[in-house]
Antibody, heavy 115, light 113 residues
Framework: QVQLVQSGAEVKKPGASVKVSCKTSGYTFTSYDINWVRQATGQGLEWMGWMNPNSGNTGIAQKFQGRVTMTRNTSISTAYMELSSLRSEDTAVYYC????????WGQGTLVTVSS | DIVMTQSPDSLAVSLGERATINCRSSQSVLRSSNNRNSLAWYQQKPGQPPKLLIYWASTRESGVPDRFSGGGSGTDFTLTISSLQAADVAVYYCQQYYSTPRTFGGGTKVQIK
């Protein structure tokens, strides 16, 4: 069955960077886009961007351009999202999700930004 | 960017009754290449990731109960739960995937009256 398993919770200081991983299984990794979506506590869903795991091409929402990098390692079917220059407003659960629209989601990774 | 507006923000419906959620996009999401609307609906329960219910505005994802149905075209869409069950208590989101950024609506919280 399709699975997306994300890395564990992170606590970071303002100004630092965080890299979240999304290990996939149960399907051909290079055949479906990976989306990244975040959700602050008690808030709605916010789409951050997508990556084509085959080409490595990405599309980042303007709000995150310059701070978000999406990469992958096809040999281990894993996608990564790195967010830099963290601020308190970046405290949220970050999800990876497969396909357009996303049919399968990771369990989420809580990133807490606090001094 | 396409802005997605959901209404209402929340609603309370009696068990077995109908629940209807609205979603409006700031521009059409009808894809001319296949004459389909690039609109999806998700259900999210506390502590869980979203679950895809409906795509192409009206196609039910595999395994989704048939009490869930999607309708609409162009800029106006609805998600209907024909007979609300206790398991349907959740927040529901619409999303357009016509263009990037693939924006979400603000969510509608469905509760039991």
């Amino acid at each position: 069955q399709v699975q997306l398993v994300q890395s564990g919770a992170e606590v970071k200081k303002p100004g630092a960077s965080v890299k979240v991983s999304c290990k996939t299984s149960g399907y051909t990794f290079t055949s479906y886009d990976i989306n990244w979506v975040r959700q602050a506590t008690g808030q709605g869903l916010e789409w951050m961007g997508w990556m084509n795991p085959n080409s490595g091409n990405t599309g980042i929402a303007q709000k995150f351009q310059g701070r978000v990098t999406m990469t992958r390692n096809t040999s281990i079917s894993t996608a990564y999202m790195e967010l830099s220059s963290l601020r308190s407003e970046d405290t949220a659960v970050y999800y990876c999700a497969k396909g357009v629209p996303p049919t399968s989601w990771g369990q989420g990774t809580l990133v807490t930004v606090s001094s | 960017d396409i802005v997605m507006t959901q209404s209402p923000d929340s609603l309370a419906v009696s068990l077995g009754e109908r629940a209807t959620i609205n979603c409006r996009s700031s521009q059409s999401v009808l894809r001319s290449s296949n004459n389909r609307n690039s609109l999806a609906w998700y259900q999210q329960k506390p502590g869980q990731p979203p679950k895809l219910l409906i795509y192409w505005a009206s196609t039910r994802e595999s395994g989704v109960p048939d009490r869930f149905s999607g309708g609409g075209s162009g800029t106006d869409f609805t998600l209907t739960i024909s007979s609300l069950q206790a398991a349907d208590v959740a927040v529901y989101y619409c999303q357009q995937y016509y263009s990037t950024p693939r924006t979400f609506g603000g969510g509608t919280k469905v509760q039991i009256k």
